[in-house]
């Protein structure tokens, strides 16, 4: 009965793939039999290898191989789609444009020596700098007076409310608040309409390097100041009251508090937050190349990768680039995951 249940849902599994690969099947149908299918394969698949264990009559192999049977899937998926990825792309930066010959450093060599990608290399250090400082410095500030106003949760809504917004969808909502026209001409971009009420000239923001780049930078800081002030404001809620009583009994002003109390004691969320911005800005690419396509001195690195392999068809100088991107990554990862193991130690 058993096997006759696994050979049937095996069945039905080779119907619904062959139901949603058919043209004339409607797109709600196709979702709603996918997850079917979906469901009752992972319940096929650990069925058959929970039904493979139980065969094996020695009970302390049967409980050694038991985890790794069951993790075993998850490991698979990680080298199908992890592991794998990431040595054929090492591989593939040695190799030429249309990865066929072996050329050693030659594509690294270009990368640290061509103008327009050193200017990209450059532009990632502003966005490094900038977008973390900000954020985790703006974000900590919202945190503590939030906490003290009357409407904290509206607050922290209106606050938050950007990181609700995905980076193209924010890069397609500042391209009308930076919006240029002529001085002779009615400006529809929020920010020149005002300066030429005030009397001054319009300017094209996305032109004037390296303003432009700032500029870009300001969308990102407006989307992840909530995300920063909502995990902020839940370390400094941690803050004990009764030594910042006691600190204030003591003479220290409030600016003491947050600077001797406050910040020390959430340390290990400051760099959490900042090594994960870190890393989010590190792989920015939507924001640039919605505003500028990387034009006027405004690419970022993964601008100029997804440049080389797409538009180029360079695959050496783009896989390349995406090694360095990942070699950059790394410190990043490294200090979050040392910082979580400290906070639980």
């Known amino acids: 009965m058993y096997l006759a249940a696994i050979v049937i849902l095996a069945f039905l599994l080779k119907f619904s793939f062959d139901f949603i690969q058919a043209k004339s099947t409607p797109k709600t149908v196709i979702v709603f039999v996918g997850l079917l299918a979906g469901v009752g394969g992972v319940w096929l698949m650990f069925t058959f290898v929970e039904g493979l264990i139980g065969m094996i009559p020695n009970r302390k192999i049967r409980n050694t191989l038991q985890p790794f049977i069951f993790i075993g899937p998850a490991i698979l998926l990680l080298c199908v789609y992890l592991i794998y990825p990431i040595i054929n792309t090492i591989v593939l930066s040695f190799l030429d444009a249309r990865s066929e010959s072996f050329i050693g450093l030659a594509n690294y060599q270009y990368i640290f020596s061509d103008p327009g990608i050193l200017v990209a290399f450059r532009n990632n250090a502003y966005w490094l700098v900038t977008v973390t400082f900000f954020c985790v410095a703006l974000g900590l500030v919202f945190a503590v007076l939030v906490d003290r106003v009357k409407y904290e949760s509206l607050a922290k809504s209106f606050i938050f409310l950007p990181v609700a917004i995905s980076s193209a969808g924010a890069a397609v909502i ?123 001195d405004t690419e970022v690195i993964a601008n100029r990768m997804y440049i080389e392999m797409f538009t180029f068809r360079n695959f050496g100088h783009g896989t390349a680039l995406a090694v360095i991107l990942f070699l950059a990554v790394m410190p990043a990862v490294y200090i979050n995951i040392r910082n979580l193991r400290q906070q639980r130690s």
Not at 188 to 203: D, E, H, S, T
Not at 227 to 244: D, H, I, T
């Open 174 to 296: 500042w391209r009308f608040m930076y919006a240029y026209k002529p001085a002779c001409a009615e400006q529809y971009g929020v920010i020149n309409a005002l300066v030429q009420a005030l009397g001054f000239k319009p300017l094209a923001f996305m032109t004037i390097a390296p303003l432009n780049t700032f500029m870009l930078i300001a969308i990102m800081v407006w989307l992840q100041t909530g995300f920063c002030m909502v995990v902020l404001s839940a370390a400094v809620k941690n803050v004990p009251g009764e030594l910042m009583e006691a600190s204030r009994i003591d003479g220290a002003n409030e600016f003491q508090i947050f600077f001797h109390i406050t910040i020390p004691y959430i340390r290990g969320t400051i760099i959490a937050i900042a090594t994960t911005t870190l890393i989010m800005v590190l792989k920015i690419f939507d924001i640039v190349y919605v505003m500028t396509r990387g034009n006027y």
